[in-house]
T-cell receptor, first 111, second 114 residues
Framework: GENVEQHPSTLSVQEGDSAVIKCTYSDSASNYFPWYKQELGKRPQLIID?????GEKKDQRIAVTLNKTAKHFSLHITETQPEDSAVYFC??????????FGKGTRLHILP | SQTIHQWPATLVQPVGSPLSLECTVE??????LYWYRQAAGRGLQLLFYSVGIGQISSEVPQNLSASRPQDRQFILSSKKLLLSDSGFYLC?????????????FGSGTQLSVL
């Protein structure tokens, strides 16, 4: 079915360490994979995205990797900082531009 | 540039009352439009999406409905609210041709049904 599995649901890392969040999608036709960051009470904001013709994309401390064969993609945050604490969502498009989100990962950056 | 407006920001309604949330997009034409709901501390549940005027796809019919009376206007409605309708409602738009599927969200409506 149309599903995006996201793990873990909660992640705590020491400030300065790296965080990795993983998502798996089910539709092999999906070709666009975004990551959103949501702070408490606010709207989700796009932080990075990747298309199916690329295996990795980096933007300063964040990166996304895609494995089309295994149908999974991951968000990597390096040198984590307190302001990285938030909920992160992955998403994938299905037929007719239907965009399904993972259930989210609550990231806590520990001082 | 494109902007999305969603209102109201906060709403407190009694059980059994009607609902109307409105969303409009400026600066683009023929956008895809979406309504998502987020329960407290939970994920983004797709409720409805529309790829054109009068074209509404429903994911969670229940007691909610959506309409797209104009190209850049998306309305979420209910005739009788339930307690379980409480949540954070987010409207979003995308333009697959120009921005390749990126979703841009409105500021959201916090709905409390009492």
């Amino acid at each position: 079915g149309e599903n995006v599995e996201q793990h873990p649901s909660t992640l705590s890392v020491q400030e300065g360490d790296s965080a990795v969040i993983k998502c798996t999608y089910s539709d092999s036709a999906s070709n666009y994979f975004p990551w959103y960051k949501q702070e408490l009470g606010k709207r989700p904001q796009l932080i990075i995205d990747i298309r199916s013709n690329v295996g990795e994309k980096k933007d300063q401390r964040i990166a996304v990797t895609l494995n089309k064969t295994a149908k999974h993609f991951s968000l990597h945050i390096t040198e984590t900082q307190p302001e990285d604490s938030a909920v992160y969502f992955c998403a994938a498009p299905y037929r007719d531009d239907k965009i399904i989100f993972g259930k989210g990962t609550r990231l806590h950056i520990l001082p | 540039s494109q902007t999305i407006h969603q209102w109201p920001a906060t709403l407190v309604q009694p059980v059994g009352s009607p609902l109307s949330l409105e969303c409009t997009v400026e600066g683009t034409s023929n956008p895809n439009l979406y309504w998502y709901r987020q329960a407290a501390g939970r994920g983004l549940q797709l409720l409805f999406y529309s790829v054109g005027i009068g074209q509404i796809s429903s994911e969670v019919p229940q007691n909610l409905s959506a309409s797209r009376p104009q190209d850049r206007q998306f309305i979420l409605s209910s005739k009788k609210l339930l307690l379980s309708d409480s949540g954070f409602y987010l409207c979003a738009w995308s333009d697959r041709l120009r921005s390749g599927g990126k979703l841009f969200f409105g500021s959201g409506t916090q709905l409390s049904v009492l």
